[in-house]
């Protein structure tokens, strides 16, 4: 739980407001109120909550785009400092311009192995890169370069533990696959959001690992932890500074309800770029009552 980052209490809490913070609970706790108190009031919400949605079941996946800290770009020589003015650490490679050919730098594959082998993947000896055709403005080159059929890393999993306060309990949560990627550009929206005001490409070529989950999570709470628990690693492998406010761990979250016994995966519903943990929960909260409410009508 870095950062003060909120989590929800009940395993789905869509359908209450109620959030928790350690600071919470210790401010709580001087105020008055038992360890006790807290642990029975977050078991009556949880009970309340689960009722409410008997019957349906919730699967999350999450795809996380770690940001690499290396010196340089994937494939060229640019440096990345974050908060450089727009458009100033760029070059004919990153840019995609015609007769550049890029050059990938050692630095993303070693860290890509050292992720791959703390996840406790198999690593894939002969690895290749592929193009990802798509076109969207702050993409320069028209295609991604990324992995598709054989990433760097495939089948590993990450062990966690929940807070005491919220349950506990351990998980075990699989992951499909690590890959290496380079990343786009973005756009700098107006104080209103109703236009874009720059297109700002420094970001464009920077190294990025794709850590790609199986659907193993239930709920809001589980998801965050897990993308906490991959903050923490990164962080502790030097390969990344995690910082989710500057967009250097970025998480897509995947959701669908379905009824319990279902084995069919319905259809899902991604949110993307989430870039905080309690963002990360709230909204997962809010898509499972959601869900929930449509199935409910038929």
């Given at each position: ?7 929800c209490?009940p395993?789905?809490t869509g ?16 105020g008055g109120?038992s ?9 009556i ?18 795809e ?18 974050y908060g ?7 070059c004919?490679?990153c840019?995609?311009?015609?007769g550049?050919?890029?050059v ?16 406790n993947?198999g690593?894939s000896?002969t ?6 055709q ?11 370069i990324s992995?598709?059929?054989?990433p760097?890393a ?5 062990d966690?533990d929940l ?11 699989g992951?499909t696959?690590v890959?290496?990627?380079?990343d ?5 929206h107006?104080e209103?959001?109703?236009y ?13 690992l794709?850590i ?8 809001g ?8 628990e991959?903050e923490r690693?990164?962080?502790y492998?030097?390969i ?13 979250v995947n959701?669908?309800v ?14 993307k ?6 963002a ?17 009508q038929g």
């Amino acid at each position: 739980m870095q950062n003060g980052a909120m989590r929800c209490c009940p395993e789905l809490t869509g359908m209450v407001h109620t959030e928790w913070r350690l600071d919470m609970v210790a401010g709580s706790v001087r105020g008055g109120a038992s360890l006790a108190d807290l642990a029975v009031t977050w078991f009556i919400t949880k009970t309340s909550v689960e009722q409410k949605i008997l019957g349906y079941e919730t699967i999350i996946g999450i795809e996380t785009h770690v940001q690499l800290s290396t010196l340089t770009k994937a494939f060229c020589s640019c440096p990345y400092p974050y908060g450089s003015q727009p458009n100033t650490t760029v070059c004919p490679v990153c840019m995609g311009h015609p007769g550049t050919l890029p050059v990938l730098n050692s630095k993303v594959i070693e860290f890509a192995v050292k992720l791959g082998l703390a996840l406790n993947y198999g690593l894939s000896m002969t690895s290749k890169f592929d193009r990802k055709q798509y076109f969207y403005q702050d993409l320069p080159k028209g295609y991604q370069i990324s992995q598709f059929d054989i990433p760097i890393a495939i089948k590993g999993f990450i062990d966690l533990d929940l807070p005491v306060e919220f349950g506990g309990g351990h998980r075990r949560f699989g992951i499909t696959r690590v890959h290496m990627e380079d990343d786009a550009g973005k756009l700098i929206h107006s104080e209103t959001g109703s236009y874009s005001q720059v297109m700002d490409l420094n970001r464009t070529g920077v190294p990025l690992l794709e850590i790609v989950s199986k659907p193993d999570m239930r709920s809001g709470l589980e998801a965050a932890e897990y993308a906490a628990e991959i903050e923490r690693l990164v962080r502790y492998l030097g390969i990344s500074i995690g910082n989710m406010q500057e967009g250097s761990l970025r998480c897509d979250v995947n959701i669908f309800v379905r009824p319990v016994g279902q084995s069919n995966f319905g259809t899902k519903v991604e949110i993307k770029n989430m870039n905080s943990f309690s963002a990360m929960n709230k909204a997962i909260d809010y898509e499972i009552s959601r869900q929930v409410l449509l199935h409910s009508q038929g």
